[in-house]
Protein backbone atom coordinates (compact mmCIF):
# COMPACT_ATOMS: atom_id res chain seq x y z
CA UNK A 1 0.00 0.00 0.00
CA UNK A 2 0.82 3.50 -0.14
CA UNK A 3 1.54 4.27 3.20
CA UNK A 4 4.69 1.89 3.17
CA UNK A 5 6.40 3.82 0.63
CA UNK A 6 8.04 6.10 3.17
CA UNK A 7 8.91 5.95 7.23
CA UNK A 8 8.71 8.54 8.84
CA UNK A 9 11.91 9.62 11.13
CA UNK A 10 11.10 12.70 12.97
CA UNK A 11 8.16 13.90 15.12
CA UNK A 12 5.31 14.99 12.77
CA UNK A 13 4.63 18.85 13.08
CA UNK A 14 1.46 20.94 12.51
CA UNK A 15 0.04 21.49 8.99
CA UNK A 16 1.44 24.68 7.92
CA UNK A 17 -1.61 26.33 6.33
CA UNK A 18 -3.05 26.49 2.88
CA UNK A 19 -5.34 29.31 3.37
CA UNK A 20 -4.97 32.67 1.55
CA UNK A 21 -3.03 35.31 3.41
CA UNK A 22 -2.59 38.59 1.93
CA UNK A 23 -3.44 38.02 -1.72
CA UNK A 24 -0.79 35.02 -1.27
CA UNK A 25 -2.17 31.51 -2.85
CA UNK A 26 -1.20 28.19 -2.12
CA UNK A 27 0.83 28.45 -5.62
CA UNK A 28 2.90 31.38 -4.51
CA UNK A 29 3.89 30.29 -1.56
CA UNK A 30 5.16 26.82 -3.51
CA UNK A 31 7.02 29.03 -6.11
CA UNK A 32 8.79 30.99 -3.49
CA UNK A 33 9.49 28.18 -1.99
CA UNK A 34 10.65 25.13 -4.09
CA UNK A 35 13.79 23.94 -3.68
CA UNK A 36 14.43 26.21 -0.54
CA UNK A 37 13.83 24.75 3.02
CA UNK A 38 12.71 21.29 3.77
CA UNK A 39 9.53 19.53 3.82
CA UNK A 40 8.00 20.14 7.43
CA UNK A 41 6.82 16.60 7.91
CA UNK A 42 10.77 16.08 7.36
CA UNK A 43 11.68 18.09 10.49
CA UNK A 44 14.53 18.90 12.18
CA UNK A 45 16.86 18.21 10.15
CA UNK A 46 20.38 16.26 10.93
CA UNK A 47 22.61 19.56 10.57
CA UNK A 48 25.79 17.49 10.99
CA UNK A 49 25.28 15.02 8.12
CA UNK A 50 23.68 18.18 5.80
CA UNK A 51 25.37 18.00 2.60
CA UNK A 52 25.23 21.45 0.85
CA UNK A 53 26.00 21.78 -2.75
CA UNK A 54 26.67 25.42 -4.14
CA UNK A 55 25.29 26.78 -7.35
CA UNK A 56 28.80 28.56 -8.14
CA UNK A 57 29.12 27.93 -11.94
CA UNK A 58 25.55 26.85 -12.66
CA UNK A 59 22.28 27.92 -13.79
CA UNK A 60 20.34 26.36 -10.89
CA UNK A 61 16.76 27.74 -9.62
CA UNK A 62 13.04 26.96 -10.66
CA UNK A 63 11.53 27.04 -14.24
CA UNK A 64 8.19 26.47 -15.56
CA UNK A 65 6.75 23.89 -17.47
CA UNK A 66 4.05 23.61 -19.50
CA UNK A 67 1.81 20.67 -19.76
CA UNK A 68 -1.07 21.12 -21.67
CA UNK A 69 -1.68 24.13 -20.60
CA UNK A 70 -0.59 23.79 -16.87
CA UNK A 71 2.43 25.27 -15.53
CA UNK A 72 4.12 23.08 -13.99
CA UNK A 73 6.84 24.05 -11.84
CA UNK A 74 10.40 22.39 -11.17
CA UNK A 75 13.94 23.18 -10.04
CA UNK A 76 16.67 22.87 -12.50
CA UNK A 77 20.32 22.66 -12.62
CA UNK A 78 23.16 22.21 -15.15
CA UNK A 79 26.82 23.90 -16.07
CA UNK A 80 26.41 27.51 -16.74
CA UNK A 81 26.72 28.75 -20.71
CA UNK A 82 26.88 24.65 -21.45
CA UNK A 83 24.61 23.14 -24.04
CA UNK A 84 24.15 19.41 -25.73
CA UNK A 85 23.89 18.20 -21.83
CA UNK A 86 22.99 14.51 -20.88
CA UNK A 87 19.59 14.82 -18.99
CA UNK A 88 18.68 13.59 -15.53
CA UNK A 89 14.79 13.34 -14.76
CA UNK A 90 15.54 13.39 -11.06
CA UNK A 91 11.77 12.05 -8.86
CA UNK A 92 11.93 13.20 -4.68
CA UNK A 93 10.07 11.35 -2.11
CA UNK A 94 6.74 11.76 -0.81
CA UNK A 95 7.72 15.59 0.79
CA UNK A 96 8.19 17.34 -2.78
CA UNK A 97 11.27 19.89 -4.39
CA UNK A 98 12.44 20.61 -0.81
CA UNK A 99 16.16 21.49 -0.39
CA UNK A 100 17.53 17.74 -0.36
CA UNK A 101 16.36 17.40 -4.13
CA UNK A 102 17.54 20.57 -5.29
CA UNK A 103 21.08 19.84 -3.97
CA UNK A 104 21.11 16.63 -5.18
CA UNK A 105 19.89 18.39 -8.62
CA UNK A 106 23.49 20.62 -8.05
CA UNK A 107 25.20 17.53 -7.75
CA UNK A 108 24.01 15.83 -10.78
CA UNK A 109 24.55 19.17 -12.87
CA UNK A 110 28.32 19.60 -11.32
CA UNK A 111 29.11 15.98 -12.95
CA UNK A 112 28.13 17.64 -16.18
CA UNK A 113 24.15 16.95 -16.60
CA UNK A 114 20.60 19.16 -16.61
CA UNK A 115 19.15 17.44 -13.78
CA UNK A 116 15.20 18.20 -13.75
CA UNK A 117 13.31 17.93 -10.74
CA UNK A 118 9.38 18.16 -11.12
CA UNK A 119 7.13 19.35 -8.20
CA UNK A 120 4.77 16.28 -9.62
CA UNK A 121 2.15 16.90 -6.22
CA UNK A 122 1.23 20.05 -7.01
CA UNK A 123 -1.86 19.44 -8.77
CA UNK A 124 -3.30 17.81 -5.65
CA UNK A 125 -1.15 20.12 -3.33
CA UNK A 126 1.63 21.24 -1.38
CA UNK A 127 3.45 18.38 -0.48
CA UNK A 128 6.33 20.63 1.49
CA UNK A 129 3.68 22.18 3.97
CA UNK A 130 2.35 19.33 5.95
CA UNK A 131 3.69 18.19 8.78
CA UNK A 132 1.48 14.92 9.22
CA UNK A 133 2.35 12.32 7.63
CA UNK A 134 -0.90 10.68 7.47
CA UNK A 135 -2.65 14.02 6.04
CA UNK A 136 0.16 14.41 3.51
CA UNK A 137 -0.50 10.76 2.44
CA UNK A 138 -4.44 10.70 2.54
CA UNK A 139 -4.93 14.18 1.05
CA UNK A 140 -1.83 14.74 -1.73
CA UNK A 141 -0.03 11.14 -2.45
CA UNK A 142 -2.95 9.03 -2.62
CA UNK A 143 -4.68 11.49 -5.24
CA UNK A 144 -1.60 11.40 -8.01
CA UNK A 145 -2.49 9.58 -10.77
CA UNK A 146 0.62 7.63 -12.14
CA UNK A 147 -0.92 8.74 -16.07
CA UNK A 148 0.20 12.03 -14.66
CA UNK A 149 3.26 11.56 -13.68
CA UNK A 150 4.27 10.11 -16.42
CA UNK A 151 2.78 12.79 -18.66
CA UNK A 152 4.20 15.49 -16.74
CA UNK A 153 7.82 14.04 -17.11
CA UNK A 154 7.04 13.10 -20.57
CA UNK A 155 6.78 16.95 -20.55
CA UNK A 156 10.08 17.56 -18.45
CA UNK A 157 11.74 15.60 -21.28
CA UNK A 158 10.27 18.18 -23.87
CA UNK A 159 11.72 20.89 -21.94
CA UNK A 160 14.47 19.74 -21.37
CA UNK A 161 15.26 19.18 -25.09
CA UNK A 162 14.54 23.38 -26.05
CA UNK A 163 17.06 24.26 -23.29
CA UNK A 164 19.98 22.74 -23.52
CA UNK A 165 19.71 19.12 -22.90
CA UNK A 166 20.36 15.94 -25.53
CA UNK A 167 17.00 13.56 -24.85
CA UNK A 168 18.86 11.17 -26.74
CA UNK A 169 20.86 10.75 -23.44
CA UNK A 170 17.84 10.10 -20.45
CA UNK A 171 18.50 8.93 -17.25
CA UNK A 172 15.87 9.13 -14.85
CA UNK A 173 16.21 8.81 -10.62
CA UNK A 174 14.33 9.18 -7.84
CA UNK A 175 14.10 8.17 -3.71
CA UNK A 176 10.81 5.91 -2.23
CA UNK A 177 8.03 7.32 -4.31
CA UNK A 178 10.43 8.18 -6.87
CA UNK A 179 12.02 5.01 -6.94
CA UNK A 180 8.92 3.61 -7.73
CA UNK A 181 8.30 6.61 -10.78
CA UNK A 182 11.33 5.68 -11.95
CA UNK A 183 11.34 1.29 -12.74
CA UNK A 184 7.69 2.91 -14.62
CA UNK A 185 9.39 5.72 -16.23
CA UNK A 186 11.86 3.97 -17.26
CA UNK A 187 9.42 1.34 -18.66
CA UNK A 188 7.41 3.94 -20.49
CA UNK A 189 9.75 6.47 -22.74
CA UNK A 190 11.52 4.87 -25.24
CA UNK A 191 14.53 7.50 -24.73
CA UNK A 192 15.21 6.30 -21.57
CA UNK A 193 18.99 4.76 -21.68
CA UNK A 194 18.99 4.06 -18.15
CA UNK A 195 17.39 4.20 -14.66
CA UNK A 196 18.49 4.26 -11.23
CA UNK A 197 15.63 3.50 -8.19
CA UNK A 198 16.97 4.55 -4.85
CA UNK A 199 14.42 2.19 -2.26
CA UNK A 200 11.57 2.29 -4.52
CA UNK A 201 8.46 0.21 -3.63
CA UNK A 202 8.55 -2.63 -6.37
CA UNK A 203 5.00 -4.66 -5.39
CA UNK A 204 1.43 -3.74 -3.93
CA UNK A 205 -2.22 -3.47 -4.86
CA UNK A 206 -3.57 -1.99 -7.69
CA UNK A 207 -6.03 0.71 -8.15
CA UNK A 208 -7.44 3.13 -10.55
CA UNK A 209 -5.16 5.40 -9.78
CA UNK A 210 -1.83 3.26 -10.06
CA UNK A 211 -2.89 0.40 -11.89
CA UNK A 212 0.69 -1.70 -12.07
CA UNK A 213 3.38 -1.31 -10.20
CA UNK A 214 7.43 -1.95 -11.04
CA UNK A 215 6.91 -5.95 -10.87
CA UNK A 216 4.33 -6.01 -13.47
CA UNK A 217 6.41 -3.45 -16.30
CA UNK A 218 9.53 -5.57 -16.07
CA UNK A 219 8.86 -6.91 -19.36
CA UNK A 220 8.54 -3.42 -20.80
CA UNK A 221 11.50 -1.60 -19.52
CA UNK A 222 13.39 0.75 -22.47
CA UNK A 223 16.44 1.69 -20.28
CA UNK A 224 18.06 -1.03 -17.82
CA UNK A 225 17.75 0.15 -14.05
CA UNK A 226 19.84 -0.02 -11.33
CA UNK A 227 17.95 -0.90 -7.93
CA UNK A 228 19.77 1.01 -4.83
CA UNK A 229 18.04 -0.47 -1.51
CA UNK A 230 18.50 -1.63 2.24
CA UNK A 231 18.26 -4.75 3.65
CA UNK A 232 16.92 -2.76 6.68
CA UNK A 233 14.06 -1.25 5.20
CA UNK A 234 11.49 -2.58 6.91
CA UNK A 235 8.94 -1.07 4.37
CA UNK A 236 10.28 -2.96 1.21
CA UNK A 237 10.78 -6.41 2.26
CA UNK A 238 13.37 -8.23 0.79
CA UNK A 239 11.04 -10.99 -0.84
CA UNK A 240 9.84 -8.19 -3.00
CA UNK A 241 13.02 -7.52 -4.15
CA UNK A 242 13.62 -11.28 -4.89
CA UNK A 243 9.99 -11.21 -6.95
CA UNK A 244 11.22 -8.07 -9.04
CA UNK A 245 15.08 -9.91 -9.98
CA UNK A 246 12.83 -12.75 -10.73
CA UNK A 247 10.34 -11.13 -13.08
CA UNK A 248 13.49 -9.25 -14.44
CA UNK A 249 15.28 -12.88 -15.02
CA UNK A 250 11.80 -13.65 -16.74
CA UNK A 251 11.64 -10.84 -19.22
CA UNK A 252 15.28 -11.19 -19.74
CA UNK A 253 14.82 -14.88 -21.16
CA UNK A 254 12.35 -13.72 -23.22
CA UNK A 255 14.15 -10.75 -24.99
CA UNK A 256 13.80 -7.82 -23.13
CA UNK A 257 17.63 -6.66 -22.72
CA UNK A 258 17.07 -3.90 -20.63
CA UNK A 259 15.17 -6.00 -17.94
CA UNK A 260 18.28 -8.94 -17.97
CA UNK A 261 21.18 -6.26 -18.11
CA UNK A 262 18.90 -4.50 -14.69
CA UNK A 263 20.78 -4.92 -11.34
CA UNK A 264 20.52 -4.74 -7.94
CA UNK A 265 22.66 -3.41 -4.70
CA UNK A 266 21.46 -4.45 -1.14
CA UNK A 267 23.11 -2.63 1.86
CA UNK A 268 23.25 -5.28 4.56
CA UNK A 269 22.33 -2.71 7.23
CA UNK A 270 21.05 0.13 5.38
CA UNK A 271 17.37 1.72 6.21
CA UNK A 272 15.35 3.22 3.72
CA UNK A 273 16.33 6.56 3.06
CA UNK A 274 19.87 6.20 3.47
CA UNK A 275 20.39 8.41 1.01
CA UNK A 276 18.69 11.79 2.54
CA UNK A 277 21.58 13.31 4.47
CA UNK A 278 19.23 15.73 6.44
CA UNK A 279 17.62 12.52 8.09
CA UNK A 280 17.96 10.19 10.66
CA UNK A 281 18.33 7.43 8.36
CA UNK A 282 21.05 8.28 6.31
CA UNK A 283 23.92 6.41 6.35
CA UNK A 284 27.22 7.72 4.81
CA UNK A 285 28.71 4.67 3.29
CA UNK A 286 25.83 3.37 1.68
CA UNK A 287 25.03 6.67 0.38
CA UNK A 288 28.38 7.59 -1.02
CA UNK A 289 28.86 4.06 -2.45
CA UNK A 290 25.10 4.29 -4.18
CA UNK A 291 26.07 8.15 -5.53
CA UNK A 292 29.35 6.56 -7.22
CA UNK A 293 27.26 3.66 -8.55
CA UNK A 294 24.71 5.63 -10.06
CA UNK A 295 27.04 8.35 -11.80
CA UNK A 296 29.03 4.96 -13.08
CA UNK A 297 25.72 3.55 -14.27
CA UNK A 298 24.46 6.31 -15.93
CA UNK A 299 28.03 6.50 -17.92
CA UNK A 300 28.07 3.21 -18.40
CA UNK A 301 25.06 2.84 -20.32
CA UNK A 302 25.45 5.75 -22.27
CA UNK A 303 23.71 8.79 -20.29
CA UNK A 304 26.79 10.56 -19.63
Known amino acids: MLKTDHVLDAQALLSASNDQSGGATRRTALKMSIGVGYAASTLPIMAQTEIKTSADGLDAGEVTIDVAGFKMPAYRARPAGKTNLPVVLLLSEIFGVHEYVADTARRFAKAGYLAIAPELFVRQGDAQSYG ?12 VPDAQVLGDL ?33 A ?18 ASALTPTNPVDVANKLKGPVLGLYGAADTGIPLDTIDKMKEALAKAGEQGNAAAKASQFVIYPDAPHAFHADYRPSFRKGPAEDGWTRALAWFKQQGVA
Open 154 to 186: DAAVLWAAANGGNTDKLGVTGFCWGGRQTWLYA
Open 132 to 143: EMAKLMSEVISK
Open 188 to 205: HNPKVKAGVAWYGRLVGN
